[in-house]
């Protein structure tokens, strides 16, 4: 038992754990299935050389892999890098490599020229680098899903469960618009733990960045870590209420360590308390709920354990 800040006791918020062969399997299995239920040649994915695509690429190459070598009918996974200028060099590099050590066939095209010719059509998204980033989003997404159309392929995503499901931190038909979501279920925290598992752990802590506007980081952007995101929507989950979590020491613990991280790092604050934080945490798990009432792609069922 735990105690608030106001010192009654509280159950402890408990976080998933997994194993890490029998979770790839069980996602392995339902790309497989899925694919072959529409009668397609394999998978299309968007790699940024972060470790949610690259895990998420990792996972359907081993399940491709096995499920070839046993079959006339072969599973393709193919890889597309799609930089605009906002994009750090070394995003792309990073996606070469991911793309280069699982062997599958990859492409690199930029977007900028695609980007420009809306200027006709939306000039208005040019002078906000919100609007930009989105746009440039949707017209990954357009490339995307046309390339798996026309390779007869479904487009896997690259959303994990804190991004998409918790907070909802993705563009609506932009990269929230695909197929399948292979990895919806894994909070961030057990992505990394997935990445270090399938071998590459050297990208398993790489800042996460949407790469939609120069310089941007998640946490920037956001203000706490994703574990803070996993650890106040697993309460949720478990039944304790929006009160009970603004008080429950674990909850206030993360808050203010990620509240002095972005002090350190940006030399501001962006929420006054950790009250303030949580409760934007909250704002966002119900824009999370909303968008997946629009677009809700099917996730992989995986086996966790909480103990």
Known sequence: MLKTEGGEKMNKIKLARMNPELVSQEIGDFVINTALGFGTTGCVIGLSGGVDSTTTAALIKKAFDQYS???????????????????????????????????????????????????????????????LGNLASRVR???????????????????????????????LFGDGAVHISPIGNL??????????????GDLANRIPSAGLEPGQTDFGDLGYMYETVELVVSGLEQ???????LNHSQVTDYAKQDMELYQSKFGKTKFAQAEDLVKDIYRRNAI???????????LAPITLRYD
Do not use: W
Request: aromatic share 8%; with cysteine; hydrophobic share 35%.
């Open 69 to 131: 070598a046993g079959n006339c009918h072969k599973l393709e996974l193919v890889g597309y890098m799609l930089p605009s200028k906002t994009n750090a060099p070394e995003d792309t590099a990073d996606g070469i490599k991911v793309a280069e050590r699982l062997g599958i066939r990859y492409e690199v095209q930029s977007i900028e020229q695609v980007l420009d010719v809306h200027r006709s059509t939306n000039p208005e998204a040019f002078s906000s680098k919100f609007h």
């Open 187 to 200: 909070p961030k925290r057990l992505v990394r733990e997935m990445a270090t598992y399938l071998g590459f």
């Open 288 to 298: 999370a709920e909303g968008k997946a009432r629009i677009i809700h792609p099917p």
């Open 141 to 171: 997404a357009n490339i995307l899903s046309t390339k798996a159309a026309t390779e007869n392929k479904i487009l896997a995503g690259t959303g994990n469960k804190d991004e998409d499901y918790g907070i909802g931190y993705y563009t």
């Open 239 to 245: 039944g304790f209420t929006k009160e009970e979590l």
